[in-house]
């Protein structure tokens, strides 16, 4: 049964009678499906990305630019072209959560049959995703009016501003599934009625709307000290002095990531790639920045995770700490949109140093049944949380060959790193998400990052890299990273040697070519050698992404120097190449970030007066320029360089 023939998911007071059954269920399910997949192998190396667009509509006359709501319009169409295409489709269109979103993916992962699977082989793959990519924004702008464009933006300026879509409806605080001040519920997506659920469901758990502050930016002649006043007592509580007082799911979820998916050759390497990414997701958020604008102010911060986070956090006030425990089980320290609380190979539980609350009876479940420690934990932690959306028509399964109820609880932890397990009687294997990077304007950049991302997944297998530090020291490096300018501004802890005993002698050989002393990095440098408090130290994502001379070897000199010992064909070399140096370049700050640009434009708008304000004009013309350099009319050097131009091709 599809998602589509499904009527209205339960309202909160069913749903919640039902949530011990789902997860109980849901166990079960995970459980049949360790059993029975858990040796299951893969040869190919698959994976693919997924980009959320939004659709602007511009008023050239009056200089305004609005949402456009017709993600549903979209769809309806790009479904029956699904219908009757079929696989042979090359994108493939999915629903987001605000109706002026909407998601592409390429049509079927992108696959490479490696006979020598981490040893390299043909990775011509890299050369067709930012074409995939092109082709994706054609066949939208093909069904757009002329006055509308699919934009790559992570948040929207003026999301939540009066008549900031088209049409535009008011908010209604008293009635709507959200409550929100700023957000009707006309901007949640009509595609399926589990979007607005998924709202009103949250708030209802919750117990009240969500809260939401992000620092003001403070420029030279902003309100100081800043405070906003809204004619209502619930959101005058709720907002901090200088900060940003945003009230509705649609502020984060109305934000767009962009996320890469890997198939593992098995369920331990699969694990490998989830552990040694985590720490990589603060230092690719950072370099990834783009959103320093939300309801019409220039914020603080330049990434959206710690909005988005707070969007959907459902914690009621005994689960945050603010009330005696009495109706709910735990005391839970994040959001379900968060970073990871775990790592999952057995090797490296010596790093898990922060308190994982997780289901005890489920553990134990999943361990008389021979699931391991580490995986069991990772799995009772993601079923602390309830169900938030559940179909009547969906609560019997046959546990032996359905996995919803174990989906359901899955998919709604949304985390910087999903494991996910091949769902069953697939041909999908074991994979791993890597979910903390924002949108970049252009396909070159998205495709640069997402290439990035994988290529280094190869190079961690190939040299057995080892880039786990304490996962406390990761939620540390998540907060910095989403301040402003955090690439040139701040520090991250980071592994010091990054290559282990177990790496091959390749490896070493690459350091050394890197210019990296061999002393510090190759040879006493094992996770078993090296007292676990001294394994990492502070470092610029510079010296991260582009050495720290003989004391770090970087890692964009890493990959550079793993792509020239592996057979690839000299346009997918010369693809690769600009997108490592984009990456490198913007790691060194001779490029800016997405966020940096943002703010360099509206600050050099004749129309900003440097109180914060993005005002409607500021917004159309920001706008209009993400366009041009979308549309590829402009270049703007100081972003992406020199006029890159690559060999992609479908
Ligand atoms: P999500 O639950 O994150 O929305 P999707 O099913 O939409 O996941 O897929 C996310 C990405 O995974 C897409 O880019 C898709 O092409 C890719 N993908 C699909 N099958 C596989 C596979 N077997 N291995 C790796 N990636 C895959
Ligand atoms: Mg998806
Ligand atoms: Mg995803």
Redesign the pocket.
Known sequence: MGLLSLGKPLSWDETKQHAEHVRQHGINQFINLFKNLKDRNDKTL?????IEYMIVKFDHKNKKARLSLKAKQLLDVMDSREQLEGSNRAVLW?PEWGEWMIEG??G??YGIDESNYSGGGSLAHFNVVEANMKSRRQEINALLDEDEALLCITSYPRLGTDDFSHPFTKPDPKNSATRSQFLSDDVISSYHPRFKTIAENIRERRGRKVIINVPIFKDSKTVDPFNETFDDEESDSASKTDHLYLDGMGFGMGCACL?V???ASNINEARVLYDQLTPMCPIAMALSAASPIHRGYLVDRDCRWGIISASVDDRTKEELGEEPLNHNMFRITKSRYDSIDSYLCEANDKYNDILLTYQKCYYQQMIDAGVDPMLAKHIAHLFIRDPIVVYKEKLDQNDEIETDHFENIQ?TNWQTM?FKPPPPQS???W?V?FRPMEIQMTEFENAAYVVFIVLLTRVILSFKLNLLIPISKVDENMIEAQKRDAVKRSKFWFRKDIISLRSPPEAAKCVEATGCCSDNCCEKSDSETTPFDESCVLMSINEIINGKGQQFPGLVPLLKHYLSSIELDVDTQCTIQQYLNLIANRASGKLKTTAQWIRDYVSQHPDYKHDSIVNDTINYDLLMTCNRIQKGELNPRELVGDNPRTKTNL
């Open positions: 698959k994976w693919g990305d997924e999915r993916t390429p079927k992962p996320q998916t890997f198939q998919s999903r041909g999908i294997g994979r998400e």
